[in-house]
């Protein structure tokens, strides 16, 4: 408030006569004042900066007065040491919250037994089951999507995410799971999915005309650019040109049939190849409903098929993720793109799929999107790029005295020398968290010893995550159990 309450108000003040009266002089200078204070961005004390927080303590929530506010949040797990430099702090009270409520994105990264899996399933337990205090606040679901792909065959093994439909606990109430696999793979997928029960269905991911616009026909047929797209593509191009935003494959085919006299046998067979894997997932019977995605529920993509190999994986995914982004499913969205080294690598880091993340970290919050990226290895190119977009970070058990110098000049934090071997003695379970948009309470920076509540900037967090209410179905096989 300035001057008596002239800038009380939200409203901007109407413009007064350019006079140069010492009078309006000074009311001319209130009035441009006003748009300087923090009345219609939010106070000074980062209230925004509190309620989007990604990560928080028990006792900064408490301190910021969020018990009272409109919020949720998931127990994330429990508070080791909070350290900066030599620094070390271990707070009284342990708990550590993930904002559930608020866009967030994150990588959990570390060697495979280090527990990223584990990590993950605890984010979408926090978001997904309502109603559970022991984990946290979750008065309204989100909708979840998760992106897999694997080996395929007989001897896969399910999504580790699809587990978080089974539970031992009479009072969780789980969420439904939906996964998509091939069509090629249908029958498999359904054998390697059946120990789950019925909560979990398997279905063919087929797409509907209704979801298939002309860039996802490009995203099918592997067409970068085109400049280096084939000559023969050139005619589908044209023809993607002409029709437009009336594009359907089926006006597509038609238009096509009548191109393809003018082309040799080489050009027919190189159409063909591309055409295949467009037509493998294409309903062509509308025998599916296309509503994949709803409150409260988890849908699967998982491609793990021999005959499915990580480019193509990409293209997929890169058209399941775009409908998952226009879908109106009145919550929030989470996406989890899983064991991410394993397909965007794929044509050097530089698919459609890998963009189309890059765009959706940078838009999340007018998307209401949280994206979660797991890996056991460094990101390639403009993979690497989406993943310095991040706002956490969570390094589990990291072997590779290279992979941690490409954290170390990725990150904010203050990371001492003998970070690393911290990082290498992690324990199952444990990680360190790297949030500057977090909150915690430390000593004031005067010297008085007073708490105050700051952003954990720099500074990173040692965690353990916490227990499971679901199943966990990625614990390690052993000769002798118990």
């Given at each position: 408030?300035?001057n008596?309450?002239?800038?009380?108000?939200?409203?901007?003040?109407?413009?007064?006569?350019r006079?140069?009266?010492?009078a309006?002089?000074s009311?001319?200078a209130?009035?441009?004042?006003?748009?300087?204070?923090?009345?219609?961005?939010?106070?000074?004390?980062?209230?925004?900066?509190?309620?989007t927080?990604p990560?928080m303590?028990?006792?900064?929530y408490?301190?910021?007065?969020?018990?009272?506010e409109?919020?949720?949040?998931?127990?994330?797990?429990?508070?080791l040491a909070i350290?900066?430099?030599a620094?070390?702090?271990?707070?009284?009270?342990?708990?550590?919250?993930?904002?559930?409520n608020a866009?967030f994105?994150?990588?959990v990264?570390?060697?495979?037994?280090s527990?990223?899996?584990?990590?993950?399933?605890?984010?979408?337990?926090n978001?997904?089951?309502?109603?559970?205090s022991?984990?946290?606040?979750?008065?309204?679901?989100?909708?979840?999507?998760?992106?897999?792909?694997?080996?395929?065959?007989?001897s896969?093994?399910p999504?580790?995410?699809?587990?978080i439909?089974q539970?031992?606990?009479?009072?969780v109430?789980?969420?439904?799971v939906?996964?998509?696999?091939?069509?090629?793979s249908?029958?498999?997928?359904?054998?390697?999915?059946?120990?789950?029960?019925?909560?979990?269905?398997?279905?063919?991911?087929l797409?509907?005309d209704?979801e298939?616009?002309a860039?996802?026909?490009?995203?099918?047929?592997?067409v970068?650019?085109?400049?280096?797209a084939?000559?023969?593509?050139?005619?589908?191009?044209?023809i993607?040109?002409?029709?437009?935003?009336?594009?359907?494959?089926?006006?597509f085919?038609?238009?096509?049939?009548?191109?393809?006299?003018d082309?040799?046998?080489?050009?027919?067979?190189?159409?063909?190849?591309?055409?295949?894997?467009?037509e493998?997932?294409?309903?062509?019977?509308n025998?599916?409903p296309?509503?994949?995605?709803?409150?409260?529920?988890?849908?699967?993509?998982d491609?793990?098929?021999?005959?499915?190999?990580?480019?193509?994986a990409?293209?997929?995914?890169?058209?399941?993720?775009?409908?998952?982004?226009?879908?109106?499913?009145?919550?929030?969205?989470?996406?989890v793109v899983d064991?991410?080294?394993?397909?965007?690598?794929?044509?050097?880091g530089?698919?459609?799929?890998?963009?189309?993340?890059?765009?959706?970290?940078?838009q999340?919050r007018?998307?209401?999107?949280?994206?979660?990226?797991?890996?056991?290895?460094?990101?390639?190119?403009r993979?690497?790029?989406?993943?310095?977009?991040?706002?956490?970070?969570?390094?589990?058990?990291?072997?590779?005295p290279?992979?941690?110098?490409?954290?170390?000049?990725?990150?904010?934090?203050?990371?001492?020398?003998?970070?690393?071997d911290?990082?290498?003695?992690l324990?199952?379970?444990e990680?360190?968290i790297?949030?500057?948009?977090?909150?915690g309470?430390f000593?004031?920076?005067?010297g008085?010893?007073q708490?105050?509540?700051?952003?954990?900037g720099?500074r990173?967090?040692?965690?353990?995550?916490r227990?499971?209410?679901?199943?966990?179905g990625?614990?390690?096989i052993?000769?002798?159990?118990?």
């Amino acid at each position: 408030m300035m001057n008596g309450g002239v800038c009380a108000s939200n409203t901007i003040p109407s413009p007064v006569s350019r006079s140069t009266s010492p009078a309006n002089v000074s009311l001319h200078a209130v009035e441009e004042l006003c748009l300087l204070s923090d009345t219609n961005v939010g106070s000074i004390d980062g209230e925004h900066d509190l309620i989007t927080a990604p990560v928080m303590t028990r006792h900064a929530y408490v301190m910021a007065g969020l018990e009272e506010e409109r919020s949720q949040y998931g127990v994330l797990g429990s508070v080791l040491a909070i350290q900066e430099n030599a620094d070390r702090m271990v707070p009284e009270d342990p708990r550590l919250y993930v904002n559930t409520n608020a866009p967030f994105s994150a990588v959990v990264c570390g060697v495979q037994g280090s527990g990223k899996s584990h990590t993950v399933s605890v984010l979408l337990e926090n978001m997904l089951i309502p109603e559970y205090s022991p984990i946290g606040v979750c008065k309204k679901t989100l909708c979840g999507l998760v992106l897999h792909f694997g080996e395929g065959g007989p001897s896969s093994r399910p999504n580790e995410a699809a587990w978080i439909s089974q539970t031992t606990m009479s009072d969780v109430q789980v969420p439904s799971v939906h996964v998509y696999v091939s069509s090629s793979s249908l029958h498999t997928m359904k054998a390697v999915y059946a120990p789950l029960g019925p909560n979990v269905k398997v279905l063919p991911l087929l797409f509907s005309d209704s979801e298939l616009d002309a860039e996802a026909f490009l995203s099918m047929m592997a067409v970068g650019s085109s400049d280096s797209a084939p000559l023969y593509m050139q005619t589908v191009l044209s023809i993607l040109r002409k029709l437009g935003e009336t594009f359907t494959y089926t006006a597509f085919t038609r238009e096509m049939d009548s191109c393809k006299v003018d082309f040799n046998p080489a050009q027919l067979a190189g159409l063909k190849q591309r055409l295949a894997l467009l037509e493998a997932f294409i309903d062509q019977h509308n025998k599916y409903p296309p509503s994949r995605f709803c409150e409260g529920q988890l849908t699967i993509i998982d491609l793990s098929d021999p005959f499915i190999d990580p480019a193509a994986a990409c293209s997929l995914f890169e058209i399941a993720t775009r409908i998952f982004v226009r879908a109106d499913v009145g919550t929030g969205k989470v996406l989890v793109v899983d064991e991410a080294h394993k397909y965007l690598a794929a044509n050097k880091g530089n698919s459609g799929l890998t963009r189309a993340l890059l765009s959706l970290i940078r838009q999340q919050r007018h998307l209401a999107m949280r994206v979660v990226l797991s890996t056991q290895g460094k990101a390639n190119s403009r993979a690497s790029c989406a993943s310095r977009f991040m706002q956490c970070r969570y390094i589990a058990q990291v072997l590779s005295p290279s992979w941690w110098e490409h954290i170390v000049k990725h990150v904010s934090a203050k990371l001492s020398d003998d970070a690393f071997d911290q990082v290498v003695k992690l324990r199952a379970g444990e990680s360190i968290i790297l949030a500057p948009a977090g909150f915690g309470v430390f000593s004031g920076s005067n010297g008085s010893g007073q708490q105050e509540l700051c952003q954990f900037g720099r500074r990173f967090i040692l965690a353990k995550t916490r227990k499971r209410v679901t199943a966990d179905g990625g614990a390690s096989i052993l000769v002798m159990d118990g």
